[in-house]
Structures are given as structure tokens and as C-alpha cells.
């Protein structure tokens, strides 16, 4: 019996199924087929009831299950004890919204990729549906996203709140709601679903609303006096500092944008588990540092 044989047994029994696990680990399916078939062979026991379904674990697939996990909490124990970080060694996979893509996601990089030079990175950026589906399906391993998730398995960090201020071109002075269209961000997106609720309290359907999953482009738009609409002040930084746009009071105050630092807690990853606090220092110093210059 080897470790690894252990590990992939893991994750075939987490993942419920022989490709998912094969993905997880960077194998082929016939790979991790074959390290399973070993495992039971030499416990001579049968750890799987396999059927047109997804695997089911027998009772002595349960067994060492319990086993299992606890050998990889004691790895992740090993390694964050005693392993030196900078010679870390694999692959992390991150998702992130584009609010925190053009906030500080580079920062975060750059800070990880100080303290673990050898680890490669995978990264999505997408919209908070999208990351917390591929969260629970362990298609990645850390997303940065609208949170929490309200789900047992995982555990969430909380982050710093980006708050939405309503801007308009300096060109077009326009900022009546019934008059000149709002944009806002992609339509299958909580800031969306609760603008669109107050647009249509106070000012009925006659409001025009552009959902757009890019920021950017969102605020260009702004700028070139299409569309007004509420973003968080340090993505339209640049913006407001090149003269271009303004900002002004719509008599709509939208709720801040609440983020987690999400991740599957089991099997356990230190590397996971520290990522998520690297991002968090480095998200509240970033936040610390906006909201200084925000005040000049």
C-alpha cells in the first residue's frame, strides 16, 4: 500500500467518480483505475460498488476513508510545520470575480508568488455564479467572489467591502434615471438583481438597463456619456482622475459588494488555507491604502 494509492483513493471517493479524480490529480483515467484496483487487491476488499451511477463506497470503502483523511490532514500538518514554503512544489487553481481582477489581484500574485516561487497558478476570472459552481465541483481550488457560500463544506474568509458610488460623463450632464440608460454589472449577479428591484420601485419599467459581466467596459461606456451607473469608487479611480467622469447622487444607494476568500475545507490544503490568508492581508492593506487616497 502506498500513499498515493491512498491519496487517489481520496479523491475518487470525494470527487464520486474515476475521471474527476484523474482530472483532480493530473493522471489518466486508466492511472488512477489501476491504483485503486492495486488498493484492493492488496486489502482484499472491494472499496467501491460500481454501477451505472456514480461510485458508492462500500463498508470498507468507509472505513478507509476515515483513514484516508486523516493521513492527509497529517501531510498538511507535515508541511506546514516543517516543509520549507519556497521549495512547495504544484499547481493552485484561483477564481476571481473581476471587481477584485482589477483591484487587488496583483498584488495577491505578486505576494504569492514571493512566498511559493516553485507552485504554478491556474486563473479564472468569471462571475460569482460561475466560480462558486466550479468551487463545489473542485474545478478550482480558491475563489475570490461575492460571498459566502452557504454551503457545509466550506469555509469562507471574509474580505473588505467594495461600496458603489453612481457615476456620469463630464461630457453629459444627464443624470435623470428615466432619461439616460443605467448600466450595471452582468445580469446573473446579485448587484444586478438588486438594482434592477429599486430601479423599477422608484422609477418604474420605463428605465433603460445594460447588464455587462466587463468593468471596464462598463465605465468606458460611462465616460463616453452612453450611461451612468454604480461601480465601486477604485475601479473608476483612473477615470475620475483623467477628468472624465463625476460623481453624483442618483437617490439610489445600492448595498456594498460583500467578498469571501471560499475554498472546500476537506480534504485539508495548507496551501490552500494560507493562499486564503495571504489574500485577505493583502486585500485589507490595499483597502487601508484606497481608502487614504480616496479621502486626498
Excluded: C
Excluded at 206 to 235: C, D, H, N, T, W
Aim: aromatic fraction near 10%.
Amino acid at each position: 500500500m502506498t500513499f498515493e494509492q491512498i491519496r487517489t483513493f481520496l479523491w475518487v471517493a470525494r470527487l464520486g467518480g474515476f475521471r474527476k479524480a484523474a482530472d483532480r490529480l493530473h493522471l489518466s483515467q486508466p492511472a488512477v483505475s489501476t491504483r485503486i484496483a492495486n488498493l484492493e487487491d492488496e486489502l482484499r476488499a472491494p472499496l467501491f460498488e460500481r454501477g451505472q451511477g456514480a461510485l458508492v463506497l462500500t463498508r470498507q470503502g468507509s472505513l478507509l476513508l476515515t483513514y484516508a483523511e486523516q493521513m492527509l490532514f497529517v501531510e498538511e500538518e507535515i508541511k506546514q510545520r516543517v516543509a520549507n514554503s519556497s521549495e512547495s512544489e504544484g499547481l493552485l487553481r484561483i477564481g476571481a470575480s473581476e471587481t477584485i481582477a482589477q483591484s487587488w489581484l496583483p498584488l495577491f500574485l505578486k505576494a504569492f508568488s514571493e512566498k511559493y516561487p516553485r507552485v504554478n497558478m491556474d486563473l479564472t476570472v468569471d462571475i460569482s455564479l460561475n466560480l462558486r459552481a466550479a468551487l463545489l465541483e473542485r474545478r478550482i481550488d480558491l475563489v475570490f467572489l461575492m460571498g459566502p457560500i452557504s454551503e457545509f463544506s466550506v469555509q469562507n474568509v471574509l474580505l473588505p467591502s467594495f461600496y458603489l458610488h453612481w457615476y456620469r460623463a463630464v461630457s453629459n450632464p444627464q443624470t435623470d434615471l428615466t432619461q439616460i440608460p443605467v448600466i450595471s454589472y452582468s445580469s446573473q449577479t446579485r448587484p444586478y438583481r438588486e438594482l434592477m428591484s429599486e430601479l423599477s420601485r422608484l422609477h418604474g419599467p420605463q428605465v433603460r438597463v445594460f447588464a455587462s459581466a466587463s468593468l471596464s467596459a462598463s465605465l468606458k461606456m460611462i465616460a463616453e456619456g452612453i450611461a451612468v451607473g454604480p461601480y465601486p469608487r477604485a475601479l473608476a479611480l483612473p477615470l475620475l482622475n483623467a477628468g472624465r467622469i463625476v460623481e453624483f447622487d442618483a437617490g439610489i444607494y445600492p448595498q456594498p459588494l460583500r467578498f469571501t476568500a471560499s475554498y472546500v475545507a476537506e480534504p485539508r490544503s495548507f496551501l490552500v488555507e494560507d493562499s486564503a490568508q495571504i489574500a485577505s492581508d493583502v486585500a485589507r492593506e490595499w483597502d487601508r491604502i484606497d481608502r487614504e487616497y480616496s479621502k486626498n
